[in-house]
């Protein structure tokens, strides 16, 4: 199975700050890889896949970047409605292993 | 609109079986394939398998293999999840979601609201 290890596991922030999260998969995974955000109580919800591809809706201050086992969600000018759990997913292969979660919170 | 409704909590006894229902409703059911993941309290996802609608065909992650069952009823638009023998390490709630496509990528939208089951002597 493939690993998808996501640091930091949580970080605290301001509005307005700039974000990074990473992800990094045990092999190549090309550039087959999924981001969600996730609310307290709520279903997930897919921000990015294909690595880099914005989600019909979502606003434009989050992207995504990487390939191979290396990837990067960015959000820049964080919001109060982004404070939340995210997670990459890997969607080369089965099992569709997620990351273990980064929990952005409020500074 | 393009939802998934799943059906409410459950509270099973250990090595009690569980049968989750979600609906889906405005798009065209047979073109789509589905998934479930589920998630335990305060930990992260984790993938458990998918089928698709219009030809049943299924994969289910090792893990669960010899005690799930994924099933899509294409007259009611809706698909099921059975979860056998469950033990404690089963309580979370449970995703439904739908495997859409995008430039050659397939991704997890929409998700249903989870279902809690709660697994408890």
């Known amino acids: 199975d493939i690993q998808m290890t996501q640091s930091p596991s949580s970080l605290s922030a301001f509005v307005g700050d700039r974000v990074t999260i990473t992800c990094r998969a045990s092999?190549?995974?090309?550039?087959?890889l999924s981001w969600y955000q996730q609310k307290p109580g709520k279903a997930p919800k897919v921000l990015i896949f294909?690595?880099?591809i914005l989600q019909s809706g979502v606003p434009s201050r989050f992207s995504g970047s990487g390939s191979g086992t290396d990837f990067t969600l960015t959000i820049n000018s964080l919001q109060r409605e982004d404070f939340a759990t995210y997670y990459c997913?890997?969607?080369?292969?089965?099992?569709?292993?997620f990351g273990q979660g980064t929990n952005v919170e409020i500074k | 609109q393009v939802q998934l409704v799943q059906s409410g909590a459950e509270v099973k006894k250990p090595g009690a079986s569980v049968k989750i229902s979600c609906k889906a409703s405005?798009?065209?059911?047979?073109?789509?394939?589905f998934t479930w993941v589920r998630q335990a309290p305060g930990q992260g996802l984790e993938w458990m398998g998918w089928?698709?609608?219009?030809?049943?065909?299924?994969n289910y992650a090792r893990k669960f293999q010899d005690r799930v069952t994924m099933t899509t009823d294409t007259s009611t638009t809706t698909l099921y999840l059975e979860l056998r023998s469950l033990t404690s390490g089963d309580t979370a709630v449970y995703f439904c979601?739908?495997?859409?496509w995008g430039s050659g990528h397939n991704y997890f939208d929409p998700w249903g609201q989870g279902t809690l089951v709660t697994v408890s002597s």
């Open positions: 997913q890997q969607t080369y292969n089965t099992p569709r292993t």
């Open positions: 092999q190549s995974v090309y550039t087959y």
């Open positions: 294909g690595a880099n």
């Open positions: 405005g798009f065209t059911f047979t073109d789509y394939g």
């Open positions: 089928t698709g609608a219009n030809n049943g065909d299924t």
């Open positions: 979601a739908r495997i859409a």
